[in-house]
């Protein structure tokens, strides 16, 4: 009993799922340092545009977003890292699979890393991350998704084919079950799915940790109206919910989004369609508010009523809650720049992260002091 307390007191329960992109490292790099110890990030790596892409290109990708990402992770002990939105065929020199080099420029810019797997994945990947030297100190991430879980003895077999092939015991694995896209899909039906297979992989041995993210978030903004706002429900914290009820808090898993963006979001190059907009989570919810396209006048200047209908809205955490809360402020007040597309995604982000992570570990404490009270 007292050791799971411990853990549940010590343990990182947030895992923010992030494209490897300059915005998303200085949300990271602008929290707040105890934010930053209670989460354990998971980088999606992109590719070199397609126009681009040569094994040095993505290479010199890989590189440039090791060297940003290690540059905001001071008090991160490690991170996830994964090659999700890097096709198969987009490999490095001589053929090498491009988890390779993200693992070497995650480790030469001093960052801890755990690589990823999945059932899914191609033979190459698995056999490429078994062959890193550095695997039974650091264990693996095997990530799950919606179609691995559809039959439950199935994905126990291919679990423990899964872990052979990588020569790793349960107790240095994390299972990550990545639901993705929560638009139009069943809360009930994904929750069932994921507490099943808590049960069904649980005879092949006690798991280091076990993670349940997706996105409830839109693939745009294009329903929202100009000049308008929505409030869209980040469904993904209600199935966390349900799957901890149904398994209970002994089994508990960490709780993971894909922060402002829908999963599926992979833009390599400029965005000359972009359109001003805030995207700020408040409890169980996100204030979408929409600008007009950046090519309009006022252009940049709209968000200095973006940022004041989020600072005056009721919602507001207050400028003291982040970076990216004193940021809307600022603006508001015209005592910063209205900054370029990276500068909000770095604000929202970095709102993101900490109100989450408030959230998650208010609600882990809630449930740590409920098996505290609990007569023995």
Sequence with gaps: MEHLISHWRTERPYVPVLKTKLGEANALKKLDPGVRRRVLPLLDFLPPPTSEYSPI????????????????????????????????????????????????????????????????????????????PFLQKSGVGVRLEVEDLLNSSIVVARLENTLGRLQLDTPIVDLIFDLRSLVGQSEARL?????????????????????????????????????????????????????????????????????????????????????????????????????????????????????????DGPYFHGANCSYGDQYIADCAAGRVGTGNLGTWVSVDVNHHITATTELIVAEVQRSVAGIENQPL
């Excluded at 699979?97 to 001093?110: D, M, T």
């Excluded at 890393?113 to 078994?130: C, D, F, K, Q």
């Design 57 to 132: 290109a993505l290479v010199n990708r890989i590189s440039k977003a090791a060297s940003n990402f290690a540059r905001s992770l001071d008090g991160c002990p490690a991170v996830y890292v994964d090659t999700y939105d890097i096709p198969p065929a987009c490999k490095g020199p001589s053929g090498r699979q491009a988890i390779e080099p993200v693992c070497e420029s995650c480790l030469s810019h001093g960052m801890s890393v755990i690589p990823i797997v999945g059932l899914g994945r191609t033979l190459e990947h698995t056999v490429a991350v078994s062959k890193l």
């Design 191 to 311: 929750s069932a799915l994921v507490s099943v297979a808590l049960v069904d992989v649980a005879r092949l041995g006690p798991f280091r940790s076990t993670t349940i993210c997706g996105s409830n978030y839109p693939v745009d903004v294009s329903e929202i109206p100009k000049d308008g706002q929505a409030i869209v429900e980040r469904r993904e914290l209600a199935i966390w919910r349900r799957v901890v009820a149904a398994v209970g808090t002994v089994r508990m898993p960490r709780f993971g989004d894909y922060a402002v963006v829908h999963p599926d979001f992979v833009e390599l190059g400029p965005v000359p369609n972009a359109n001003a907009k805030i995207r700020y989570a408040f409890g169980d919810h996100w204030i979408v508010r929409r600008g007009h396209s950046l090519r309009e006048s006022p252009n940049y200047e709209q968000y200095r009523d973006l940022s004041r209908d989020v600072a």
